[in-house]
């Protein structure tokens, strides 16, 4: 299975399909940190749920980067369910990348206040982009096109679970737990002094739970599909 993420990796990284999402990462975060110094907490919470549609849509290239008949033979090679976790880890392992560079990207820009919270506010910042990336993927999972079967399907799905993540997100009593807590984690840190331990917790519960129920139900589809 790991000689299938490396070729899932290389195969998205030499086509040239990572062009477009990395595009799209600059350009977030030039516009996040374009405009001044913030606390680390709120500068890195929001930058975490600005990067999740381009994860998301990231992983879903990488994903629809393979034919359908090399696909089908990485299934009979490695079976079923190894060939599909490797998709979700090779995708995985280029959010993560993404997301240590936007965590770096700040300081290039003069886009972080140093002093007091600097560290509480980077740590805070870290785990607000982990508790991003495994929904991106899995939303970017349910969208690719062995779920969907095409690519408008694939863009239709893509976009809507995207616009639901904020929309419902922002309206925080309109049935919140059918997205990731991509936006709550972000109001939870759009304060210089750190979040108390529960909502932390509470948090990465919901991101688990939620990550389960849609990675479940990818591996469903994609055994019906198979």
Known sequence: MTSLVRMRVAGFLRSGRIMAPAIAVLVVLGAIYGGGASPASV???YSAAALFPVLAWQSKLLLDAEPDVQRRLARVAVGGRREAVAGVVAAGLLALLVCALAMVA???FHGIETGRGLLSGTLLGVLAHLLAVPPAVAIGALASRAVTRGVRNGV???????????????????APWLVPPVMATARALNDVEPPPAGTLALLTGWAVAWCAVAFGAYAGLRRSRT
């Open 106 to 108: 700040p300081w290039l």
């Open 43 to 45: 500068a890195y919470g």
């Open 156 to 174: 239709a799905v893509l976009v809507t679970a995207a616009v639901l993540v904020v929309v419902l997100g922002l309206q925080g009593s309109l």
